[in-house]
């Protein structure tokens, strides 16, 4: 059974930082991309970040550029997503996927997810 258990959300104020975590378990293969992703209430889910299998590609929404960094210890089989600047609009509740995925469209999207975890900004 493949799980993945976020943690590290909570409240911060606009310009803190917050630091989320991930543990994947239960993949049967090694070697797949990972992602956050996040949904805003009354929004589509969106990526927010995503990490190629060895951590040496990382693709960032535009929105988080600059702002956000994401890494990976397979060691651990672990996911992380720094989160700096923090903006009222990052807001969300914050998903794990993976393995990554890709629609015709480009779209990503991810096998599984984990539950998710809150991040609220304030302004």
């Known amino acids: 059974q493949v799980q993945l258990v976020e943690s590290g959300g909570g409240l911060a104020q606009a310009g803190g930082s917050l630091r989320l975590s991930c543990v994947v378990s239960g993949l049967l293969y090694n070697g797949y991309r990972m992602g956050w992703f996040r949904q805003a209430p009354g929004k589509e889910r969106e990526y927010v970040a995503i990490?190629?299998?060895?951590?040496?590609?990382?693709v960032l929404a535009d929105s988080v550029k600059g702002r956000f960094t994401i890494s990976r210890d397979n060691g651990k089989n672990a996911l992380y997503l720094q989160m700096n600047s923090l903006k009222p609009e990052d807001t969300a509740l914050y998903y794990c996927g993976a393995p990554v995925v890709q629609g015709p469209s480009g779209r990503y999207g991810a096998d599984h997810w984990g539950q998710g975890t809150q991040v609220t900004v304030s302004s």
């Open positions: 990490i190629s299998r060895n951590g040496g590609s990382t």
